[in-house]
C-alpha cells in the first residue's frame, strides 16, 4: 500500500511538468484542475484498487464537479442571450451534471461491493451533499440518513450530516425536525459555526412560535460572536431580533437590548419600530423610537439623529401625529442650521416634509374657499413656517416654496401678504441660475446635468416665473392697497416685467402705465428710462413714444431746467423718434431764452462753476451766432479763472479772443491785463505769458497803455517755467512791436539775472556769449562772473572754478580803467597762485642737535628768519587790497609759519654743551621764541576779527569766530553784497 502511495506521488510531480492549461480561466483554477487530473490519472495506473483508492477517486472527481461547474456557469454568463435562449440552461451544465452522476454511480458502486468499507458514512455524505449542490437536492435526506446509520460512534461525521441534515430541514420549513437536529448540533460548541446554527434554531422557534426562545438563541448567537472562535453573525442578529421581540412583545426589552450593546443602533431599531407600529400599535413603537433618538443624541450621533427623525415623519404622519410631526420638522431644521443635511438626507427631508405640507395646503385652501371668513390662523401660519423650514433645508428651491406660501394666502384673499411671498418668490427666481461666489474649496460641485435635465430644469423655471407674474399681478388687482403701498408695489411688478419679459404683449402696455406712473410722480429720470427701454424693444411705436417725450420736455420747460433740455437738444437734432424740424427749433428757441438768464443769475448768485458750465454749453449750441459763443467762451474763461482753474481758463480765453471782432477785443485790453496778472497770482506762469503774448500780437503795431506791463508778463512768466526759447522769442517781440529800449534791456537784463539767481549757469554762458559784446551788460558780466566763481569755489569745484576765470579773462580790460569785479579777481587769481609756493616754504628749519655748531646754528636762524620777512613782504600788497578772503588767509599762513618756528625754537635743545652754555643758550632762545608766538597770536586776532567784522559767509563759520585758533584752511567767501547765492545750493555746471 505504501509502495502504490509513493509511486502515486512520484508519477504527480513528473506529470506537473506537463501541465496543459486552460486560458480562459485563472491561474488557480488551472493548477487544481491539473493537480487533480494527473491524481487520477497516477490512481487509475494502479491495476488492482481497493474501496480505499476508489474512495480517493470519488474526492477527486467532487472537486472537479466543482471545477467543471465553475467553468460551465463563466461559460454561460459570457454566452450571447440568443445563444442561451437557443441552448436553454441545461446544455451549458451537461458535463457537470454527467459527472455528478458518474461520481454517484461509482461511490453506490463501492458500497455495494465492500459493504462494511469503514468509510460509507463519508460516502453517504459526499452524496448527500453532492445531491444539494448539483443534483437537484432530490436525494440529500436520504444520503444524510444513511450518513448518520453507518457512522462510527464518535466520528465527526455525525455532527457534519446532523448540521446538514438541520439546514436542509431549516430550508426545508421543516422547522420542528431542523430544531430537533440543532438541539443535537448546538452541543458541540467546538464548531466555529456555533454562533450560525444558534440564529438558525432562533429562527426555527420564530416559525413554531416559541418567541422566547428564539430570543434566547439569537442573544447567545449574538453574545458568542464577540468570541473570534465563532462564526460573527452579530448583524444578521441584529436584523432580526427586534422582529423577536415585537412578536413576543417584549417591545421595550429589545429596544433596551439595542441601546445596551450596539454603538448605533438607530437603522435597526428604525426597523424594529415600524413593524412594533404594524402589530403593537403607535405607543410601542413611539416608545422604541423615543428610545432610539435619545440614545443618538445622548451619544451625540448626528446622522443617525436625522435617520430616526426621517422615519418619524412617516411614522407620525401615518398616524395624524401632526404636532408631533412639525416639532421634527422643527428638530430636523434646527440641526441642518447649524451643518446642513447631506445630499441624501436633504432629498428625503424635503420629499417628506414637502409631501405633508403639500396635504396640509390642498385641505386649508379647499376649507377656506368655502368659508374663507372662518379659516384657520394657526393652520395658515403652520404651513407658512413648514414651506420656511423647505426653504432653509432646500435653498435651491427657495421661489417654489416663497410661491406656494403666496398661493396659501392669496387662497385667503390675503393679497397683501400674497404679493410678498410672490416678491420674494421672484428675487429668489432671478438668482437660480446665476453661477454662484465658491466661498469654500471643499465644497461639492453640483453634479452635472444631461441635455435633456437642463432643458426640464429651463421650462419649470420660466413657467414658475410666469406664475409669479401672473399672481403678482393679480395681487395688485384684487388688493386694498393704500397710495404709497400700490405705487410701490406696482412700479416692482411693472420694472421687473420690462426686465424679465422686455418684448412681450403684457410688457408693451405696461411701458406707458409705468411711464405715466413715474411722470405722475414726477419722477422723470425714471420715466426717461422707461421710454428708453420702451424704445430699444419697440421701434415702431414712435407716434406712442414722441408724445410720452414731449411730456417729458414740457416737464422740463415748465421748470426751466436748462441743462435737462440742452441735454435732448442734440439727440432731437441726431433724428430721436424722428420729430419734425419745426418742433426742435422751437425747443432750440425755448432753451435759448432760458439759459442765459439763468447762468447770469447764477453767476451773479456765486454759482460759478454752474455758470461756467451754462456757458460752455451755449458756446457749444450750433443755434447761437458767434458774438454770443464769444461772450459765453469769455465770461467762461473769467469765471474758471475765478474757480482756480486756470488751464480751463486759458483755453476759453484762447477761444473768446478768436471769435471777438478786433474791437470787442481792444476793448478788453485791460481785462486782459488783469487776467494775466490773475493767472500770474494763480501760479500759472505759462497760460500767463501766453495770452499776454498773444494779445501782444494781435495789437502789436497799436499803441496802448498796457502793451509794456503785457510784454514784460510775456517773457518772464515763460521764463519761470524754463521755456528759455519763447522768452526769448517774446523778448525779441518787443522791437518789432515799439517797446522803448529801456524796458526791452531790462527784461533782457532781468533773463541773465534769472539764470544765475537760479544757478543756470549752462543758460547763462549761452546768454553771455550771445550778448557779450553789449557793453551796457559789461559790468553785470563783470559781477556775475566773480559771484559764479565763488560758488564754485565754496562748493569746492576747482574745475568750473578755472573755466570760470578763463572765461572771465576774456572780458578783462587792457586799456580802460578796470572795474572793481575785475580787480578782485585778479587779485584773487594772483594770490591763488602765488600762496601754493609761500605754504610750501621752509621757515623753520635747524640743524641736527647732536652735531651742535654755533655758528651753522645761526645762519639757519638768520635764514628763517629773513624768510618770515619775506613771507610778510609778499603779502603785504594782498593784505593791504582789503579782500577779506585773502586778507584773512594771509593772516592764517603768517600765524601758521611764525608759530612753528616759535615751537621749534621752544623744543631746541643741543646736545653735548656745558650747563652753563646750555641755560643761557635756552634762554636766549625761548625769548625770541615768545616774540615769534606772540606775533603768531597777533595774527590770529587779527584773522578772527576780520572774520567777525566782515561777517564772512563760509561753512564752518560757527566754528571759526570766537575760537582761539585759526583752522589751517579756510573756505573764505566774497563779502555778502556780492554774494547773491544761499550757502545751502549747489552752482550748476557751465
Excluded at 476508489?54 to 472537479?64: D, F, G, K, Q, V
Excluded at 465770461?635 to 471769435?659: C, H, P, V
Excluded at 580787480?823 to 601754493?836: H, Q
Aim: charged residues 30%; positive net charge; aromatic residues 14%.
Amino acid at each position: 500500500m505504501i509502495k502504490n502511495i509513493c509511486l502515486i506521488f512520484i508519477l504527480l510531480s513528473l506529470s506537473l511538468l506537463t501541465q496543459a492549461k486552460d486560458a480562459g480561466m485563472s491561474t488557480k483554477w488551472n493548477r487544481l484542475n491539473h493537480l487533480i487530473d494527473e491524481e487520477i490519472k497516477t490512481i487509475k495506473t494502479i491495476t488492482k484498487m481497493g474501496p480505499r483508492l476508489r474512495w480517493r477517486l470519488i474526492e477527486l472527481n467532487t472537486e472537479r464537479i466543482k471545477l467543471v461547474r465553475e467553468k460551465e456557469n463563466k461559460t454561460f454568463l459570457n454566452a450571447k442571450s440568443s445563444l442561451r435562449k437557443s441552448k436553454g440552461k441545461d446544455w451549458f451544465f451537461r458535463d457537470s451534471k454527467n459527472l455528478y452522476f458518474q461520481v454517484r454511480k461509482d461511490a453506490l458502486a463501492i458500497i455495494k461491493k465492500w459493504p462494511r468499507f469503514k468509510y460509507s458514512s463519508e460516502i453517504y455524505y459526499t452524496l448527500a451533499l453532492n445531491s444539494r449542490d448539483y443534483g437537484g437536492d432530490k436525494e440529500t435526506e436520504k444520503f444524510l440518513l444513511k450518513s448518520l446509520k453507518n457512522a462510527i460512534p464518535h466520528s465527526p461525521i455525525i455532527h457534519a450530516a446532523k448540521t446538514s441534515l438541520a439546514e436542509y430541514y431549516y430550508n426545508g420549513k421543516k422547522y420542528k425536525k431542523a430544531i430537533r437536529y440543532y438541539t443535537d448540533v448546538l452541543k458541540n460548541k467546538e464548531d466555529e459555526w456555533y454562533t450560525k446554527h444558534l440564529y438558525n434554531v432562533a429562527w426555527c422557534f420564530i416559525k413554531t412560535k416559541d418567541y422566547d426562545k428564539a430570543i434566547e438563541n439569537a442573544k447567545l448567537s449574538f453574545f458568542n460572536s464577540k468570541d473570534k472562535n465563532y462564526i460573527s453573525v452579530r448583524n444578521q442578529v441584529l436584523e432580526s431580533i427586534g422582529f423577536f421581540f415585537v412578536l413576543a412583545e417584549r417591545v421595550e426589552e429589545g429596544a433596551k437590548f439595542y441601546v445596551d450593546n450596539v454603538e448605533k443602533p438607530g437603522e435597526f431599531m428604525i426597523k424594529m419600530a415600524k413593524k412594533t407600529a404594524e402589530d403593537r400599535g403607535y405607543e410601542k413603537a413611539e416608545y422604541v423610537f423615543n428610545a432610539a433618538l435619545n440614545n443618538s443624541i445622548d451619544k451625540k450621533n448626528l446622522e443617525e439623529e436625522i435617520e430616526i427623525r426621517l422615519s418619524q415623519l412617516d411614522f407620525y404622519r401615518n398616524f395624524k401625529k401632526f404636532e408631533n410631526f412639525w416639532t421634527t420638522t422643527v428638530a430636523l431644521d434646527e440641526i441642518n442650521k447649524v451643518k446642513p443635511l447631506g445630499d441624501d438626507f436633504q432629498v428625503t427631508a424635503v420629499e417628506k416634509i414637502r409631501s405633508f405640507v403639500g396635504y396640509l395646503q390642498v385641505r386649508f385652501t379647499r376649507n377656506s374657499k368655502t368659508n374663507i371668513e372662518n379659516y384657520d390662523e394657526d393652520q395658515k401660519k403652520r404651513i407658512l413656517h413648514f414651506f420656511d423650514v423647505l426653504s432653509r433645508i432646500n435653498s435651491e428651491e427657495t421661489d417654489n416654496y416663497r410661491y406656494y406660501q403666496g398661493e396659501t394666502l392669496f387662497a385667503i384673499s390675503d393679497f397683501k401678504g400674497s404679493f410678498d411671498y410672490y416678491q420674494l418668490a421672484l428675487e429668489h427666481n432671478k438668482t437660480k441660475f446665476k453661477t454662484p461666489v465658491k466661498k469654500d474649496k471643499t465644497e461639492k460641485k453640483a453634479p452635472k446635468l444631461s441635455a435633456e435635465e437642463v432643458k426640464e430644469q429651463t421650462e419649470k423655471h420660466e413657467a414658475l416665473k410666469l406664475k409669479i407674474f401672473d399672481s403678482l399681478l393679480s395681487s395688485l388687482e384684487n388688493g386694498n392697497f393704500n397710495n404709497e403701498e400700490r405705487y410701490n408695489r406696482t412700479v416692482y411688478t411693472y420694472k421687473n416685467h420690462i426686465e424679465v419679459y422686455p418684448k412681450n404683449e403684457r410688457t408693451r402696455v405696461i411701458y406707458s402705465k409705468l411711464f405715466n406712473l413715474y411722470l405722475k410722480r414726477k419722477e422723470i429720470p425714471n420715466s426717461q428710462n422707461t421710454l428708453e427701454q420702451y424704445i430699444s424693444a419697440y421701434k415702431n411705436d414712435n407716434k406712442i413714444q414722441q408724445g410720452m417725450f414731449t411730456q417729458i420736455l414740457d416737464f422740463y420747460i415748465k421748470t426751466k431746467d436748462s441743462d435737462k433740455i440742452a441735454l435732448w437738444i442734440p439727440k432731437l437734432k441726431g433724428g430721436f423718434l424722428a420729430f419734425d424740424k419745426d418742433y426742435i427749433e422751437k425747443a432750440v428757441l425755448i432753451l435759448g431764452s432760458i439759459l442765459f438768464d439763468s447762468y447770469q443769475k447764477l453767476d451773479g448768485a456765486g454759482k460759478k462753476d454752474e455758470a461756467a458750465k451754462g456757458y460752455l454749453a451755449l458756446f457749444e449750441s450750433e443755434k447761437y451766432p458767434q458774438s454770443i459763443k464769444a461772450k459765453s467762451a469769455y465770461r467762461a474763461s473769467i469765471l474758471f479763472l475765478d474757480l482756480y482753474q486756470t488751464k480751463e481758463a486759458y483755453k476759453w480765453m484762447n477761444i473768446s479772443l478768436g471769435l471777438f471782432t478786433e474791437e470787442e477785443r481792444f476793448q478788453r485790453k485791460k481785462e486782459i491785463l488783469a487776467f494775466v496778472q490773475t493767472l500770474m497770482l494763480s501760479q500759472d506762469f505759462t497760460s500767463s505769458a501766453r495770452v499776454a503774448s498773444r494779445y501782444i500780437t494781435i495789437y502789436c503795431s497799436k499803441p496802448f497803455k498796457e502793451k509794456e506791463e503785457l510784454y514784460q508778463a510775456s517773457v518772464q512768466y515763460e521764463l519761470i517755467e524754463g521755456n528759455d526759447e519763447l522768452a526769448y522769442s517774446n523778448y525779441k517781440l518787443g522791437k518789432k512791436c515799439n517797446i522803448k529800449k529801456s524796458v526791452r534791456n531790462g527784461v533782457l537784463l532781468g533773463m541773465a539775472q534769472y539764470f544765475v539767481r537760479h544757478r543756470q549757469y549752462q543758460k547763462y554762458t549761452s546768454f553771455f556769449n550771445t550778448h557779450k559784446k553789449k557793453a551796457w551788460l559789461k559790468e553785470f558780466f563783470h559781477t556775475s562772473f566773480l559771484a559764479i566763481y565763488w560758488d564754485y569755489y565754496l562748493a569746492g569745484n576747482e574745475k568750473s572754478m578755472n573755466q570760470v576765470a578763463e572765461m572771465y579773462k576774456t572780458i578783462f580790460d587792457k586799456d580802460t580803467p578796470k572795474l572793481k569785479a575785475q580787480i578782485e579777481m585778479e587779485t584773487v587769481l594772483a594770490f591763488n597762485k602765488l600762496y601754493p609756493k609761500l605754504e610750501k616754504k621752509e621757515m623753520s628749519s635747524l640743524p641736527d642737535e647732536n652735531n651742535f655748531k654755533e655758528d651753522v646754528f645761526n645762519k639757519m636762524l638768520e635764514k628763517n628768519i629773513e624768510n618770515l620777512k619775506k613771507l610778510a613782504a609778499d603779502l603785504t600788497p594782498y593784505i593791504k587790497s582789503g579782500y577779506p578772503h585773502i586778507v584773512t588767509k594771509s593772516y592764517q599762513l603768517l600765524e601758521a609759519k611764525y608759530s612753528k618756528l616759535g615751537n621749534a625754537l621752544m623744543l631746541y635743545s643741543p646736545k653735548g654743551l656745558p650747563k652753563e652754555y646750555l641755560e643761557g643758550f635756552k634762554g636766549a632762545m625761548n625769548g625770541l621764541a615768545q616774540n615769534l608766538l606772540k606775533e603768531a597770536r597777533g595774527q590770529q586776532l587779527t584773522a578772527v576779527r576780520l572774520i567777525n567784522k566782515e561777517n564772512i559767509l563760509n561753512p564752518d563759520v560757527d566754528t571759526i569766530v570766537g575760537v582761539p585758533d585759526i583752522i589751517s584752511i579756510i573756505k573764505h567767501r566774497h563779502p555778502a553784497n556780492l554774494y547773491v547765492l544761499p550757502k545751502d545750493r549747489k552752482g550748476g555746471p557751465l
